[in-house]
T-cell receptor, first 111, second 115 residues
Framework: GNSVTQMEGPVTLSEEAFLTINCTYTATGYPSLFWYVQYPGEGLQLLLKATKADDKGSNKGFEATYRKETTSFHLEKGSVQVSDSAVYFC??????????FGKGTRLSVIA | EPEVTQTPSHQVTQMGQEVILRCVPISNHLYFYWYRQILGQKVEFLVSFYNNEISEKSEIFDDQFSVERPDGSNFTLKIRSTKLEDSAMYFCASMGQGARVGGYTFGSGTRLTVV
């Protein structure tokens, strides 16, 4: 079946540090891949997505590239801000199946 | 921007009691979902709902669970007799007709604590 594995948190970084949150997946067919973010007290929000191999999703300075050869979709940001503190979820959707999520990674950015 | 609203934000209930979690999806959306996240675990799919019936459900969604759209605006999840292991964050989501890939809108969740 479909599954997503993402790195365990929490991750604590200083402002302006480089961020990587690893995500790998297992899927039948050709999934679409997503990163969702949950800010404190809010719902899950779509951060970025990629629908086919080698696509790069980007938003708010975050990027992730769909790597079929390594079945990965790692989230990166070159310089994090305090306002990026949140929980980040990697997810996939394949065919008509519901979204499958990872466990989430809590990021704390300190000034 | 339209939102999915979930109430209450936190509910504490005694084991064996019935609980109803409420969601108001975006008004012109047609597809509705419940997910849950047990603390420290993955966000898991429970059920999807379209055209006034369940379109898909997971193994978790057993006879203790039911969903309803009673009045065309609310979308509820009922747990008939809660167990300790039902303690989790429950997320509602909705999606419009013809939505693009990943076009879900999620609510902020209801934290259910069963004691």
């Amino acid at each position: 079946g479909n599954s997503v594995t993402q790195m365990e948190g929490p991750v604590t970084l200083s402002e302006e540090a480089f961020l990587t949150i690893n995500c790998t997946y297992t899927a039948t067919g050709y999934p679409s891949l997503f990163w969702y973010v949950q800010y404190p007290g809010e719902g899950l929000q779509l951060l970025l997505k990629a629908t086919k191999a080698d696509d790069k999703g980007s938003n708010k300075g975050f990027e992730a590239t769909y790597r079929k050869e390594t079945t990965s979709f790692h989230l990166e940001k070159g310089s994090v801000q305090v306002s990026d503190s949140a929980v980040y979820f990697c997810a996939l959707e394949s065919g008509n199946t519901p979204l499958v999520f990872g466990k989430g990674t809590r990021l704390s950015v300190i000034a | 921007e339209p939102e999915v609203t979930q109430t209450p934000s936190h509910q504490v209930t005694q084991m064996g009691q019935e609980v109803i979690l409420r969601c108001v999806p975006i008004s012109n959306h047609l597809y509705f979902y419940w997910y849950r996240q047990i603390l420290g675990q993955k966000v898991e799919f429970l059920v999807s709902f379209y055209n006034n019936e369940i379109s898909e459900k997971s193994e978790i969604f057993d006879d203790q669970f039911s969903v309803e759209r009673p009045d065309g605006s609310n979308f509820t999840l009922k747990i008939r007799s809660t167990k300790l292991e039902d303690s989790a964050m429950y997320f509602c989501a909705s999606m419009g007709q013809g939505a693009r890939v990943g076009g879900y809108t999620f609510g902020s969740g209801t934290r259910l604590t069963v004691v």
